[in-house]
């Protein structure tokens, strides 16, 4: 598949432990931001969102945490699987919600 | 439903040369987007759309054009080639402004 990244930051765990992916932002009048996932080759897969008026929200084994404050977004995987292993992009809507401006990417990678 | 589909999977240019990058999508979404992505680098936006008939700028839309004349297609236009345009360029869609897209498997484009 494509590299969607020669250096960037890798996180390596154990599998059944859990992973916490952490994110800067640039824009503090950001209201909306995303997580997406991307495997080798694919394109990028919606995980989970939240609004800038919500400091949490828990999806299916994934829980986003937004720090407005200090502008940092964190994804936290519950019990990672190997499939869990790729890379992962937060991303930010600008005012309006036309246009998104993704991070640099982190990858998980899970050790069976 | 198909998603949102890309052609072609993979495409060598020379310098100079023009082509078009395919997108299609059957969910009846109104929001499109291009995106490129390059090593090291999340993705960036080129041209989005927020209806048949309405286009706009992105992050990077220098040597790029759209059109979107229907609500299921957004292709994307290379006018001349450059090797700066080799990256792997994602389409995407979403059904209401740039909240939780769809992306389509992507088109590596080299240019030489």
């Known amino acids: 598949g494509e590299s969607v990244g020669l250096h960037l930051p890798t996180l390596s765990v154990q599998e059944g432990d859990n992973s916490i992916i952490n994110c800067a932002y640039s824009?503090?009048?950001?209201?909306?931001f995303i997580w997406y996932k991307q495997e080798s080759g694919k394109g990028p897969q919606f995980i989970i969102d939240i609004r800038s008026n919500m400091d949490k929200r828990q999806g299916q084994r994934v829980t986003v945490l937004l720090n407005k404050t200090v502008k940092h977004l964190s994804l936290q995987i519950a019990a990672t699987q190997p499939g869990d292993s790729a890379v992962y992009f937060c991303a930010e809507l600008n005012t309006g919600g036309f246009k998104t401006i993704f991070g640099a990417g982190t990858r998980l990678f899970v050790k069976a | 439903n198909a998603g949102v589909t890309q052609t072609p999977k993979f495409q060598v240019l020379k310098t100079g040369q023009s082509m078009t990058l395919q997108c299609a999508q059957d969910m009846n979404h109104e929001y499109m987007s291009w995106y490129r992505q390059d090593p090291g680098m999340g993705l960036r936006l080129i041209h989005y759309?927020?209806?048949?008939?309405?286009?706009d700028q992105g992050e990077v839309p220098n040597g790029y054009n759209v059109s979107r004349s229907t609500t299921e297609d957004f292709p994307l236009r290379l006018l001349s080639a450059a090797p700066s345009q080799t990256s792997v360029y994602f389409c995407?869609?979403?059904?209401?402004?740039?909240?939780?897209?769809?992306f389509g498997p992507g088109t590596r484009l080299t240019v030489t």
């Open positions: 995407a869609s979403s059904y209401s402004r740039a909240y939780e897209q769809y």
């Open positions: 824009n503090s009048a950001s209201d909306y």
């Open positions: 759309s927020v209806g048949a008939g309405i286009t």
